[in-house]
């Protein structure tokens, strides 16, 4: 039996949790899958209540799941920095998940800001290490709030991380049909992004099956625009990759439409859905579950249960373009939209 843990976080994450657990629901019914699910209720509403965060039996009972599905954080009465830092990074801090990927892919061009979209076929994936660089909270503040003040920041780099962020790349290049991988970096200006060089170098000898190239990251911003339809998997730093998936969220029409993963290849995997940060917090009660289903679909596709997965994947596909009117209207039709994921999923 799969054992998954849920963690619907605040309001929006709230709302797409359970709309990609309905959808669960009906895929297991239809591939006769068997799965138990552990809530644990972490966000603002506990932290206010409680004062904490995550408890160290909460962080060891979400390293026993098979796979973790985060909802998503944000409310109105906490900084964003505090469940985002306190619950979400320690996750990826205690259970190693050193990998993060995100698949953009445009679903139907008049979602896509770009013209003459009906010619080009956008989907690739960008890998990013996510433990060292900017994530490893090196650093410190002399002469706080002074005129005088210095802030002090440092990015690490270990060859043994950036190996397996490479070959998790590799990997996933592999087993994608176009078989190419595109390292962006900084090196010209950077010189420790030399060991990503070197590495990608060693690593791309050992598969002579990957077609690779490599771009300054100056370059690339302007090719995901003119050419975004050239990329087909992207390994890079944790800064580049976050502007990165960035401008591949507003490709595919925005946040709504797509999820993150972050892994520990092998052992344990955590998605969560994409939300735009922003001050409307009455819309986050109609939020766009697309994102929420498609990131069930790959926790699914990471347990090995493939059919399941692209049975899920194909009927999002499907009711996201028989229902593009929907997401003309303000508040989201929400539920007429989880309506169609499911009819959909009867008809295929």
């Not at 990074?89 to 998940?97: D, G, I, S």
């Amino acid at each position: 039996m799969l054992h998954f843990g849920i963690i619907p976080g605040d309001t929006a994450g709230k709302i797409r949790t359970r709309c990609a657990l309905k959808v669960l629901q009906r895929v297991a019914e239809l591939h006769g899958l068997s799965y138990q699910l552990d809530t644990f209720d972490l966000g603002a509403d506990n932290y206010i209540e409680t004062g904490e965060l995550i408890s160290s039996d909460q962080l060891a009972s979400l390293g026993s799941m098979d796979g973790i599905f985060l909802g998503g954080f944000g409310d109105p009465r906490l900084e964003r920095s505090v469940c985002e830092n306190g619950i979400k990074a320690k996750l990826w801090a205690e259970l190693n998940l050193f990998v993060t990927m995100r698949h953009v892919v445009v679903y139907n061009e008049e979602f896509c800001p770009l013209k003459n979209q009906k010619s080009r076929t956008i989907d690739f994936i960008v890998v990013r290490e996510n433990t060292e660089t900017s994530y490893s909270n090196l650093g410190s503040f002399i002469h706080k709030y002074t005129p005088d003040e210095l802030a002090l920041t440092q990015g690490v780099l270990i060859r043994k991380t950036v190996e397996k962020v490479m070959r998790t790349a590799f990997s996933v290049a592999h087993h994608r049909p176009r078989r190419k991988l595109t390292l962006i970096d900084r090196s010209q200006s950077i010189p420790a992004h030399d060991l990503g060089r070197r590495v990608f170098a060693d690593i791309s000898r050992e598969n002579p099956d990957v077609r690779v190239n490599s771009f300054n990251a100056e370059e690339v911003a302007g090719a995901f625009i003119s050419h975004p339809e050239q990329f087909d998997v992207i390994v890079t730093t944790a800064d580049i990759g976050d502007m990165l998936m960035g401008l591949g969220l507003e490709l595919q029409g925005g946040p709504g439409f797509s999820f993150t993963a972050y892994h520990n290849p092998g052992q344990i995997a955590m998605f969560e859905p994409c939300q735009a940060w922003r001050e409307d917090w009455e819309a986050q009660r109609s939020p766009n579950p697309v994102g929420a289903v498609g990131a069930m679909a790959q926790l699914l596709a990471s347990v090995g249960q493939w059919p399941a997965a692209l049975h899920m994947t194909q009927a999002l596909t499907r009711a996201v373009n028989d229902s593009r009117g929907l997401f003309n209207a303000e508040p989201l039709n929400v539920e007429a939209l989880l309506q169609n994921i499911l009819d959909c999923l009867g008809e295929a």
